[in-house]
């Protein structure tokens, strides 16, 4: 059972952290690593290097749209395969657990699990801009 009252509010939670962790690691790509170490390191693991920028862009707009709670069910269904992507392509390799040297693929697949949530959930409170309204 759904509790009618307090729902809207996990969705808040759950849409502005994970919003607020998009536009962390998207920024950190942009400014820390820099675009074309970013794209290095895709090429480096076996990923056209221009998918990095795509993939920064994705983490900040996508990230920023969730904070303000635009369209988050769309936002939400698009960014499941950046996860999926990282789990599979960037962590895949230090195995499952996230504390393995390198960070494994719990970390990004649970992201998924929670972007795929919010994608069937909905914005919850304070969505400025909700596809639908209620």
């Given at each position: 059972?759904?509790?009618?009252?307090?729902?809207?509010?996990?969705?808040?939670?759950?849409?502005?952290?994970t919003?607020?962790?998009?536009?962390?690691?998207?920024?950190?790509?942009?400014?820390?690593?820099?675009?074309?170490?970013?794209?290095?390191?895709?090429?480096?693991?076996?990923?056209?290097?221009?998918?990095?920028?795509?993939?920064?862009?994705a983490?900040?707009?996508?990230?920023?749209?969730?904070?303000?709670?635009?369209?988050?069910?769309?936002?939400?269904?698009?960014?499941?395969?950046?996860?999926?992507?990282?789990?599979?392509?960037?962590?895949?390799?230090?195995?499952?657990?996230?504390?393995?040297?390198?960070?494994?693929?719990?970390?990004p697949?649970m992201?998924?699990?929670?972007?795929?949530?919010?994608?069937?959930?909905?914005?919850?409170?304070?969505?400025?801009?909700?596809?639908?309204?209620?």
């Amino acid at each position: 059972m759904i509790d009618a009252k307090f729902a809207p509010y996990g969705a808040l939670v759950l849409r502005v952290t994970t919003g607020a962790l998009f536009v962390y690691h998207g920024l950190l790509k942009l400014l820390v690593f820099t675009p074309a170490g970013a794209a290095g390191f895709f090429d480096s693991i076996g990923l056209p290097g221009w998918l990095a920028y795509l993939t920064m862009t994705a983490e900040i707009l996508g990230g920023g749209a969730l904070i303000l709670g635009i369209a988050t069910q769309l936002v939400s269904a698009a960014l499941v395969p950046v996860l999926l992507g990282a789990a599979l392509f960037a962590h895949r390799g230090a195995g499952f657990g996230w504390t393995n040297p390198g960070g494994g693929m719990e970390f990004p697949l649970m992201w998924a699990a929670v972007q795929a949530s919010l994608a069937l959930i909905g914005d919850g409170a304070h969505a400025l801009y909700p596809l639908r309204r209620t």
